[in-house]
T-cell receptor
Framework: DAGVIQSPRHEVTEMGQEVTLRCKPI?????LFWYRQTMMRGLELLIY????????DSGMPEDRFSAKMPNASFSTLKIQPSEPRDSAVYFC?????????????FGPGTRLTVL | GESVGLHLPTLSVQEGDNSIINCAYS??????FIWYKQESGKGPQFIID?????DKRQGQRVTVLLNKTVKHLSLQIAATQPGDSAVYFC??????????FGKGTMLLVSP
């Protein structure tokens, strides 16, 4: 298995533009997580899905952020409009069972820079 | 005012030494713990886990110790190598909650 795949690896955009980050979880994993990592706040959980259904989005910073999972093999995190304070590394992770073993497999991340 | 970045605790060791990285967790109801390693430019990578019904678990060159009385977790790395240089995170979960990650410790290994 190729592991969790994220694209793009790097994104540079201007303030006000829409940004879409993409994730392909490991096949067979029922849970998908989106995290944001910054030096200021560390690793923060934004939202997670179980069987393509959003379970907890309490970590989503504000309405400019939205996430979807149209099928078991694809998820997107969208920021519209983007702001410089959104600059961070965004990770997608997947796991077999959030309530059991809990081990999450992380993708390589997308480094977002908003100018 | 001026913003202050996250200051990671740093552990510096010589190659071949044993390293001990500590973590204090917050939730006494947590029953599952994981250590992750994050190398520069990469996502966190699973190292070892432990459940609350155990107080020690060993892997290859790594040992995790759990002290539930004082809510303390440690990761011991034997014969530390330059390739072990990374940021190490502990994570905890309890029941139906998701993982909660600590702030991380940077390990620097000098050859």
């Amino acid at each position: 298995d190729a592991g969790v795949i994220q694209s793009p690896r790097h994104e540079v955009t201007e303030m006000g533009q829409e940004v879409t980050l993409r994730c392909k979880p490991i096949s067979g994993h029922d849970y998908l997580f989106w995290y944001r990592q910054t030096m200021m706040r560390g690793l923060e959980l934004l939202i997670y899905f179980n069987n393509n259904v959003p379970i907890d989005d309490s970590g989503m910073p504000e309405d400019r952020f939205s996430a979807k999972m149209p099928n078991a093999s694809f998820s997107t995190l969208k920021i519209q409009p983007s702001e410089p304070r959104d600059s961070a590394v965004y990770f997608c992770a997947s796991s077999l069972d959030a309530q059991g073993a809990g081990e999450q497999f992380f993708g390589p991340g997308t480094r977002l820079t908003v100018l | 005012g001026e913003s202050v970045g996250l200051h990671l605790p740093t552990l510096s060791v010589q190659e071949g030494d044993n390293s001990i990285i500590n973590c204090a967790y917050s939730n006494s109801a947590s029953d599952y713990f994981i250590w992750y390693k994050q190398e520069s430019g990469k996502g966190p990578q699973f190292i070892i886990d432990i459940r609350s019904n155990m107080d020690k678990r060993q892997g290859q060159r790594v040992t995790v110790l759990l002290n539930k009385t004082v809510k303390h977790l440690s990761l011991q790395i034997a014969a530390t190598q330059p390739g072990d240089s990374a940021v190490y995170f502990c994570a905890e979960k309890g029941g139906y909650s998701t993982l909660t990650f600590g702030k991380g410790t940077m390990l620097l290994v000098s050859p």
